[in-house]
Structures are given as C-alpha cells and as structure tokens.
Nanobody
C-alpha cells in the first residue's frame, strides 16, 4: 500500500519561502502523476501543482511564477518550492499521487496526511 508523507510546512512571513517535500513508501510503485493540493479552513481542496511521469508540470494560476514542483532525489518523491508567499497561501498542503500500476482491486489514489503552511502578514 502506498504511503505518502509530507514535510516542510511551517510558519513564514509574507514574502518568504518554504519547500515542501513528499516521499513515498510501502513498496515500489509507478505513478501517472503526483501533485500538491491545499485546503484552507472552510474551503474546498484545490489543486496547486502537478507533475506527470514525463516531467510535464502545470500550476494553478494563483501560484504560477511563485511555486515550482519538481521531482525529488529519492524515487517517487516530489518537492514544492514556494517563494514570495502570501497570506492567502495559508492552508494545509497535501501530497497526492495516482498509480499507473494498480491492480483493478486497488485504489490508485493515495493521499498524504498534510502539512500546514501559515503565512503571516
């Protein structure tokens, strides 16, 4: 079973930077894509950035030019480099992945527990 673990969240002042990391464990897997979502209190979870197996990336308009998603050094790990952070970026950030090698009885979706990011003004 895939397990995703996020790290790197914390408190930062507006204009500051943070880098989130997501690592996988539980076996050797192949993913169609991995991405970062975020959820603020009272809001729906929203997609922030995605990287697919070919390395193509896409971003929500609100973070373009400020956030960068990239593969990490470890197999099936990703990072989210966040710069010029704004108070509205405050949220719990979740790592998500979709397996390309799941058997039909397996749920291909995996979620991490989330890491909180707070940006103070």
């Amino acid at each position: 079973q895939v397990r995703l673990v996020e790290s790197g969240g914390g408190l930062v002042q507006a204009g500051g930077s943070l880098t989130l990391s997501c690592t996988t464990s539980g076996g050797v897997f192949s993913f169609s894509f991995m991405d970062w979502y975020r959820q603020s209190p009272g809001q729906q979870r929203e997609l922030v950035a995605r990287i697919n197996s070919g390395g193509a990336t896409n971003y929500d308009d609100s973070v373009k030019g400020r956030f960068t998603i990239a593969r990490g050094n470890a197999r099936n790990s990703i990072n989210l480099q966040m710069t010029n952070l704004r108070p509205e970026d405050t949220a719990v950030y979740y790592c998500h992945a979709v397996r390309s090698d799941a058997y039909y009885w397996e749920d291909p979706d995996a979620w991490g527990q989330g890491t909180p990011v707070t940006v103070s003004s």
